[in-house]
């Protein structure tokens, strides 16, 4: 009995006297560590990475200028014409092993590399976008200095290769394929305003041609009554003699292309404008009523009346009907 009372007793200074250490440790612990302050004032500030003059070949990485490394696989001749492989979401050059072993069996040089974020390649959150691809594969294509290359894109790949061409141009390649590509939508819709319009793409379907100076016109009416006639233009050079002008007009004003544009300035167009060489290439769409299911028939053939009937897009535009070229087709409801 005396034992248990003794042990009893003892307890609680037991107790205390272990709480103590640790209370003594951790205030110890404590101690040691700085502030959330003090530690951010005595840790070295991160330096952004300095970008370099080009892009370089490390082994079998590519050095970006922003400093990524993008894997690479170099098979085949080293004189054979080149050809470039872009792999699809979310695979890497592997996938195309097949393909280059047979190229490369067959005389070609054939580079496929991993695209950032994928593979072998450096896993950056940021920059996941078909610009930044684009800039990649110009990367690898200057860095192992490629000239007249096919470039090849599967899925996301076809997305790359078509951006590589837009932002890059054609000055390095011979030609591009696209494989089940998921390239970026051509037609202008209302979901896609700088988009091609379609009646550009059947001019380009048929005769084969691209103007001189293609100028691709949107007329907006804002919320207003009237806007200025010399405040009505907006013009923007795409690239070489390809410019988007935006034509503004209130709600009351008459939207009189031609007087528009005669009326602004060349340096707010960029170009001379030039009534009489002038054509005028409109989308013109026919609304016919179709036997499927849907609107009740003789709402369809109202529909299609009211449309017939509505004043035509070079008379509500101005525009001389002896430059007027309609291109489009049938919209059946």
């Avoid at 894109?153 to 030609?175: D, I, M, N, P, Q």
């Avoid at 988007?244 to 528009?260: E, I, L, S, W, Y």
Wanted: aromatic share 8%; hydrophobic share 40%.
């Amino acid at each position: 009995m005396s034992n248990a009372n003794e042990t009893a007793a003892n307890a609680p200074a037991r107790r205390d006297l272990l709480t103590g250490i640790a209370l003594a440790a951790a205030t110890a612990t404590a101690a040691s560590l700085p502030t959330g302050e003090a530690a951010a004032q005595t840790r070295p500030a991160a330096k952004a990475p300095a970008r370099q003059a080009k892009p370089v070949v490390d082994g079998d990485h590519v050095i970006t200028r922003e400093g990524l490394r993008l894997y690479f696989k170099d098979w085949g001749p080293k004189d054979g014409p080149v050809v470039t492989l872009s792999h699809g979401w979310p695979l890497s050059s592997d996938s195309w092993e097949n393909q280059a072993f047979f190229l490369a069996s067959n005389g070609f040089r054939v580079i496929s590399h991993d695209r950032r974020g994928h593979g072998r390649s450096s896993q950056v959150w940021d920059g996941n976008d078909m610009d930044h691809y684009a800039d990649d594969l110009a990367e690898v294509i200057e860095a192992l200095d490629l000239k007249n290359v096919s470039a090849f894109g599967f899925s996301t790949g076809g997305g790359e290769v078509a951006r590589y061409v837009g932002c890059h141009g054609t000055k390095r390649l011979a030609r591009v394929g696209f494989i089940a590509a998921v390239t970026p939508i051509m037609l202008r819709t209302p979901s896609n305003p700088d988009g091609v319009p379609l009646a550009m793409l059947h001019n380009l379907k048929h005769n084969h041609v691209l103007h001189e100076r293609v100028v691709i016109m949107t007329v907006k009416v804002v919320e207003r009554p009237r806007v200025p006639i010399g405040e009505r233009i907006v013009s923007e050079r795409l690239r070489d003699d390809v410019f988007r002008v935006t034509m503004v007009c209130g709600f009351m004003d008459d939207p009189d292309v031609p007087k528009a544009l005669a009326n602004a300035k060349r340096t707010d167009l960029g170009f001379d404008y030039e009534p009489l060489r002038f054509s005028y290439f409109l989308t013109r769409e026919t609304v016919v009523p179709s036997a499927d299911p849907g609107m009740a028939p003789w709402r369809e053939e109202l529909f299609a009346f009211l449309m017939r009937s509505a004043t035509t897009t070079a008379d509500f535009f101005h525009l001389p009907l002896n430059r007027v070229v309609e291109l489009g087709g049938h919209v059946e409801i």
